[in-house]
Each structure stands twice: as C-alpha cells, then as structure tokens.
C-alpha cells in the first residue's frame, strides 16, 4: 500500500528543505527547490512510493533544478574573498570556540563551488556513499572523491589558517 | 571520524535544522503538480492535432543503427522518412513560456531548419537514451503520430514544443523524428522493432541532406 504523499512530507519535508538551504544557502531557494521537487514526486507518487526511493527522487530533482536554475540565471554565489575568509570566525571574541569554528566552517562551505558544496552536503549531512553521489550528481565515483578531496582540503587548510591567526 | 567529519556533520545539521518547511508544504507541491500536468496535457493536445497534418511518414522498416550512445538491441529500426511531396517539418507556433501552445497553432519560422522539398535535417544524437516508454500501436494513427504522443504524454521538464518534424539520423542514414522545444533543446525520437517502444535522445540539428541518402 502506497504511503500517503501528504503524511510523508510531513515525515521527509522538513529534512529535504534542510537539505535545499545547505546547497543554495538561501531560505526562500530552498523552500521553492523543495516545492518544485516535491510537486515531480506527486506526478509519479504511486509508482515512486511503492517500488522506488522517494527521498533520492526528491534530491536529485532539487540538485538537477538548482544547477538548471544557477545555468540559466546565471546566478551566482557570493564567494568571499580570501582576505574576508580569513577573518570569518576570528573576530567573535565573545563566543566560544566551538560557536566560532561551526561559523567559520559555514561560512567556509558557502565559498566552495557549487559541486565541492553538493558532495560535502551529501556525504555528511545526507550520509550518501560516494555511488550513491555519483548517481545523483550524474558523474563517475572518481569524480565523487576528487571534488571531495579538494573541498576538504580547503576547508582544512582555511581553518587551521584561521585557527593560527586567531592565536596570534 | 577526525575532526573536520565531526565539525562537518555538526554544522551541516545544525543550520539544516535553522530552516522550517513552510507548513502547507504538501499542499502547494500537489498544487504545483496539477499545474505541471495540465501544461503536459495542453501540450500534447496542442501536438496531436499538429501531427494530424504529418501524413507521409511511413512506417518503419526494420533496419539496425550502429549509432554510438544507442542503447537499442541489434535489428531495431528507426522512422522510414518521408516520401513523396510531404515537407520534412511542420512547426506548432512558439509562444513564450508559460502560454498555452494550443491557443495558436499559426506556423512559425522562426525555429527548427527549413529544408528544401525531398531534404530533411541531419540528427545528430549524442549519449545514451534519457528517456523510454511504451508507444502507443494503434494502427489508426501513422507511426509518427503515435510515437510523438506518448513520447509527449511521458514527459514532465519541457516546455511546449516549437517545432518538429523528420530527418535523417547522422550515424545510420535512417529518417528519425526530431522535436525542438522552446527553450531550443532538442531530442530524437527512435521505435523499436515491434513498435511497442520509444526511446528517446538528446540531439542537435545539422544542415539539409536529401531524404534517403
């Protein structure tokens, strides 16, 4: 018997608008990129709730409608400037350094191209394998590793640079 | 897991959980599919009595294609092309996004080549299939009418088709049948043996080559 659409929204929803705000970073994106996924979801939702994967339906949608959207607005990201990223998380004397690393990492993940950001997304907020990446992302699993490798080496080597000007 | 995993995971589910769905989340995404489904119906509609006027595309003949990408078993066919005084494109009028393209089915020739008589477009297909079905056999509609209609009842993401008609795939010299959409993409149209199946690809345009060559 196929779930209801309503009460699996309600279930899944908030963790896929969730997922929408970590790869646009924008709280309105994200709710729309939810929307516009679910909306293809309840086109095929007798056949995708019995037989198929909803959630990974509903991800790839917003993956695939985020890249479309960026290509044909040419919308695009703030990057921060280097010099800028240096003092993300340093100059917040009055919170911990736990609250000040979580502040620095995100503003560090908004920096990272688009794809580097969708790979992190989904290999530590979605807990995806990198096959299940390259499915989604419709690239090879090397591929998978090598936006990875990069992201977390940037986002490492900017946080020990941040951590040791912040001990200067 | 080091650090930088545990700092991931924690930021990541901390600020996912910052952002509340809005709470008839259900409710618009149902709305929005009803407005989704009603644009495919309007489409095909608006196809299907274009196609009426695509009357000399034959029947296919079994031939198999060697096209790269082709995911088709050996001794698949393709759409034979047009013969006789049939043009090899008929357009449906572009509108701008978000019209209804049955409203007005004026020809427009502003999309898809203009061939000289007895010529039809090169295809050019590139990848693999990106989208199947069941076609529809019933023997009262020409090949290309049924094929264009399931293929259109099928899909979800184009917009209204502009233009579409016959032509000549550049791998294996058989007539296929292309459709151009408004936002200009284009896909090719290929029948399995039986006719029971379509498959579709996404293509380019080329210049005119004379029909069967």
């Known amino acids: 018997m196929a779930q209801d659409f309503s009460d699996w929204v309600a279930a899944r929803g908030p963790r896929l608008v969730g997922f929408g705000y970590l790869l646009c970073r924008d709280r309105d994106l994200a709710q729309d990129l939810a929307q516009e996924a679910l909306a293809r979801l309840h086109l095929h939702w007798q056949r995708i709730s019995r037989g198929g994967d909803p959630e990974a339906y509903a991800r790839r949608c917003m993956l695939n409608q985020l890249l479309t959207w960026r290509r044909r607005r040419s919308w695009s990201e703030q990057t921060m400037e280097s010099d800028r990223l240096d003092r993300v998380g340093v100059d917040t004397p009055d919170h911990s350094d736990r609250i000040g690393t979580h502040e620095a990492m995100w503003a560090l993940l908004g920096a990272l191209p688009i794809r580097q950001r969708a790979v992190v997304v989904l290999r530590f907020y979605e807990d995806c394998t990198d096959a299940e990446i390259a499915d989604l992302l419709g690239c090879r699993q090397a591929t998978v590793r090598s936006h990875a490798s990069k992201a977390l080496a940037r986002l490492r080597d900017q946080l020990e640079r941040q951590t040791q000007g912040a001990q200067l | ?213």
């Open chain 2, 1 to 213: 897991m080091n650090d930088i995993d545990t700092v991931l995971h924690e930021v990541l589910e901390g600020y996912a959980r910052d952002v509340t769905p809005s709470p008839d989340l259900a409710a618009r995404a149902a709305r929005r599919s009803r407005q989704i489904r009603h644009r495919r119906i309007a489409t095909a509609s608006a196809t299907t009595a274009a196609v009426l006027g695509v009357t000399g595309v034959a029947a296919a003949s079994a031939v198999g294609n060697g096209r790269p990408g082709s995911n088709h078993t050996p001794g698949s066919v393709k759409l034979a092309a047009p013969t006789g005084t049939v043009g090899p494109r008929t357009t449906v009028a572009p509108l701008p996004d978000g019209q209804d393209s049955s409203a007005d089915p004026s020809p427009s020739p502003g999309f898809g080549p203009t061939c000289p008589e007895g010529e039809a477009p090169m295809v050019r297909a590139a990848g693999a299939a990106t989208d199947s079905g069941d076609q529809s056999n019933d023997t009262a509609q020409t090949l290309t009418q049924a094929l264009m209609q399931s293929y259109l009842s099928a899909i979800s993401n184009h917009v209204p088709i502009s233009a579409y008609g016959v032509g000549t795939d550049s791998a294996s010299g058989q007539g296929v049948v292309w459709i151009q959409f408004h936002d200009q993409s284009t896909v090719e149209l290929v029948s399995n043996d039986s006719h029971s199946r379509w498959s579709s690809y996404d293509a380019t345009l080329g210049p005119c080559v004379p029909i069967g060559s």
